[in-house]
């Protein structure tokens, strides 16, 4: 695959969820969401939409308008997710999406990623916590940077 099109296809299938966030300082909580869309061919009423959708799925429509700065950890967590899966992507890459979350969101964020994964999206998640761990189709465990049998 030539490097155009390896780009078009992490563009168009693939997503990722930060351990550390990575939201845009200078983009409001909506505007982090909406920018992966922002990116394909998607119009503007349908990104509004889902970012709606999102926004009140994950109990932070009244956040809409802050910034990352005026966030805890957790709620900037909660975008990071929003703004991974806004997508719809096919395969998404998890760091720890449940670490800076208190025990409820946590849950929620790995019911949502059972829903996704039953719904055909590939997750590929990394976590300390064994009890999330335990919910994925396939565990592998590394020790000192090696693959345990």
């Not at 967590?77 to 890459?93: E, Y």
């Not at 409820?104 to 829903?115: F, H, P």
């Amino acid at each position: 695959m030539k490097d155009r099109q390896r780009k078009a296809f992490a563009r168009e299938h693939i997503a990722l969820v930060f351990q550390h966030y990575h939201l845009l300082d200078d983009l409001t909580v909506a505007e982090n969401i909406e920018l992966p869309l922002s990116y394909r061919d998607v119009p503007g009423s349908q990104r509004k939409a889902r970012v709606a959708d999102l926004l009140d799925r994950f109990g932070i429509v009244a956040k809409r308008d802050l910034f990352p700065r005026q966030l805890s950890g957790g709620q900037q967590q909660m975008v990071a997710v929003a703004r991974a899966i806004v997508t719809r992507p096919r395969l998404l890459l998890a760091d720890e999406p449940t670490g800076a979350l208190h025990s409820s969101q946590g849950e929620m964020i790995m019911d949502l990623l059972t829903e996704l994964n039953r719904a055909g999206t590939t997750i590929v998640q990394v976590t300390h916590n064994p009890e999330y761990a335990a919910r994925g189709n396939r565990r592998c465990e590394l020790f000192d940077g090696w693959l345990r049998p």
